[in-house]
Structure formats: C-alpha cells, structure tokens
Nanobody, 114 residues
C-alpha cells in the first residue's frame, strides 16, 4: 500500500507564495515519478505539474509561476507557487503513477483571497 501526505496549503493573498510538500511511503519500488493535480469547486481535476527522471511538465496556466521539484530518496515532491491568483484556489492533490494504478493523497486546500 502507498500513502501520500500533503502539507503546506493555506490562505494567501493574491501575489503571495506557498510551498506544498508531499511525502510518500509504502511498498512500491520507486517514487521517481510524482506530481500535482488540483480541483476547484465545480470543476474537474486538472494536472498542475509532474516530474520524473527525464522531464518536468507544467500546465499552461502555470505561466512560469510554479516550480516542481523532488527528492527521490525522501519520496518527497514539492510545489513552489509564486504570484498566486484567486483562480489558483483549489484542493491540490499529490499523485504517484505506477504501471497498474495511480495513488493519490488526501489533498491540501489552497485559498487565494484578499
């Protein structure tokens, strides 16, 4: 079984920054591929960023504001979010894809509001 624990969400003013963290544990061989999705109220879950040993990918709406990084040995992925906008308000979910399924964390709420 795999567990993913996110932290770092909260309330921030427009233009502010947050860093999300996700620590993994469990019985899969590798956490080399990890990433973040988000889901806003009334909307579908969407990819924010992903990282593996070969590439980093960002959604178009990131526009250079977010940075994803990971420490594979610690089974940890980070998402540094700068210049946050009200439309970034959502629950952010960490995920780990494997050959047979995708594991998800419980999510952490990010609210951008003045």
């Amino acid at each position: 079984q795999v567990q993913l624990a996110e932290s770092g969400g909260g309330l921030v003013q427009p233009g502010g920054s947050l860093t999300l963290s996700c620590v993994g544990s469990g019985s899969i061989a590798s956490f080399s591929s990890m990433g973040w999705y988000r889901q806003a109220p009334g909307k579908e879950r969407e990819l924010v960023a992903s990282i593996d040993d070969r590439a980093i990918r960002y959604a178009g709406f990131v526009e250079g504001r977010f940075i994803i990084s990971k420490e594979s040995a610690k089974k940890t992925v980070y998402l540094r979010m700068n210049n946050l906008k009200p439309e970034d308000t959502a629950v952010y979910y960490c995920y780990v894809p494997t050959a047979w399924t995708t594991f998800w964390g419980q999510g952490t709420q990010v609210t951008v509001s003045s």
